[in-house]
């Protein structure tokens, strides 16, 4: 976690489970050095009590928007005022929602309105509510208001469903709170990264992939975030864990990554296309499995050609610095070099997949990175090195952009 030391740090608790784990964050804020008054919604002050974070804070818990007492001491302005930082954890579904509306009917989110600097929240709650369209389109309203959001993380709920929607755990959520107060080189730009693999069903149980480990994309998000960017990852499949400090969106097929990245696009700053999108789909999968028909006559499959996302991201009037990535295993400068005129990118990463060694699946690669104007070449290394070198060079790119 970086250092908290001398920053003035609000923590809003909400009424939900985990708010129990709040006395643990304000204990760990306070061992990092930083000030902590609390505010508590009502329902809150049913999981935990006010004294016990009085008590491990230091400070008088605040509680209620209307309270003459407690406004004289320090009311909603002054407490604005006073935080360098403001951190929700729990945030509950109905926080998120009243939150992302603007809403100003308590404490808590009138101190939101009233201050201007970053607020993190943690979400926590069923993993349904998680799932649920409206959460996710609350959600997205706060990070295009530049909300930084950690987590949910995944496991087994209070209620005994499993899936995404836990609170992280106090020192994760620490850990990606100090890093709005990161000075990086993206600190403040929003990134959206796409990676792995796309699979396009045939029938229930068969489907038409790509190969993609989602290495080197998970690699270039955790690079994106150690430079104090905030990154959204849509993903297909891939056995790697997402990083809990980003946020996170899981899809199958290239219509959903298509969807997804239109959903996110709005707000970000640059667009990396790393996923190895599948070209073409099954005109209709089947409903059912396919069965074997007995005669030697060839099976034909008719394809569909998907949507190009990373070209759909280009032609977008307000569009971001574009990212693509170009796989090929002939020609690899004069491919890549087409796919940057063709697809009107910004840049384009050169991927030699001919190479068991590098590209897909493996630790390393090495790539070349073209631009209009530019070409250069970033040597064999391991996928971690390299993305710092392209995140970098993407920095140094859009930071120029704006001087
Ligand atoms: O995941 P790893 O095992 O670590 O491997 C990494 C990688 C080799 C997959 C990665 O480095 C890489 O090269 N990704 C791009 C793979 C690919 O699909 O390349 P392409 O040349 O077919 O596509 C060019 C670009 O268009 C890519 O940025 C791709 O994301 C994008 N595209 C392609 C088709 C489509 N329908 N929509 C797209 O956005």
Not at 281 to 290: C, E, L, M, Y
Not at 345 to 357: E, G, P, R
């Amino acid at each position: 976690m970086k250092s908290l030391a001398n920053k003035n740090i609000l923590l809003g608790v909400t009424g939900g489970i985990a708010a129990y784990k709040s006395a643990e964050i304000v204990r760990h804020l306070k061992k990092s050095g930083a000030s902590v008054r609390v505010v508590m919604t009502r329902s809150a002050e049913e999981f935990i009590t006010p004294l016990t974070l009085q008590a491990l804070s230091g400070n008088r818990v605040s509680t209620e928007l209307l309270d003459a007492e407690a406004e004289a001491a320090m009311g909603h302005i002054e407490l604005a005022k006073w935080a360098d930082g403001i951190l929700i954890a729990p945030a509950t579904a109905n926080t998120i929602a009243r939150l992302s509306s603007g809403r100003g009917d308590d404490l808590l989110s009138t101190v939101t309105l009233a201050f201007d600097g970053p607020i993190s929240v943690a979400p926590a709650m069923n993993q349904a509510m998680w799932r649920d369209e409206r959460t996710q389109e609350n959600l997205k309203k706060l990070i295009d208001q530049d909300f930084g959001i950690c987590g949910p993380g995944s496991g087994e709920q209070a209620c005994g469903d499993v899936g995404l929607g836990r609170m992280l755990e106090p020192i994760d959520i620490l850990d990606m709170f100090s890093l709005s107060f990161n000075e990086g080189t993206l600190s403040g730009k929003k990134i959206l990264i796409t990676a792995g693999p796309t699979q396009e069903p045939i029938d229930p149980v068969r489907f038409i992939t790509n190969r993609s480990s989602g290495k080197m994309g998970y690699s270039l998000v955790e690079a994106a975030l150690e430079s104090g960017a905030n990154v959204t990852l849509i993903s297909g499949p891939v056995n790697i864990e997402p990083p809990s400090n980003c946020n996170f969106v899981s899809i199958k097929t290239a219509e959903e990554m298509y969807e997804a990245v239109m959903h996110h696009i709005s707000g970000m700053d640059v667009y990396i296309g790393t996923a190895a999108v599948s070209d073409y789909s099954p005109a209709k999968a089947s409903d059912s499995k396919i069965k074997k028909d007995g005669s030697s006559s060839p099976m034909v499959l008719e394809l569909k050609e998907n949507q190009d996302i990373l070209k759909s991201v280009s032609e977008l009037e307000q569009r971001p610095y574009v990212v693509g990535f170009a796989a090929e295993t002939n020609d690899l400068i004069k491919n890549a070099e087409k796919k940057l005129s063709n697809k009107n990118l910004d840049l384009i990463i050169a991927n030699d997949v001919s190479n068991k060694d590098i590209g897909f699946d493996s630790d390393d690669n090495e790539v070349t990175l073209i631009t209009e104007k530019e070409k250069h070449l970033i040597e064999r290394q391991n996928k971690r090195k390299v993305s710092k070198k392209i995140i970098d060079f993407i920095s140094g790119r859009i930071n120029d952009q704006n001087n």
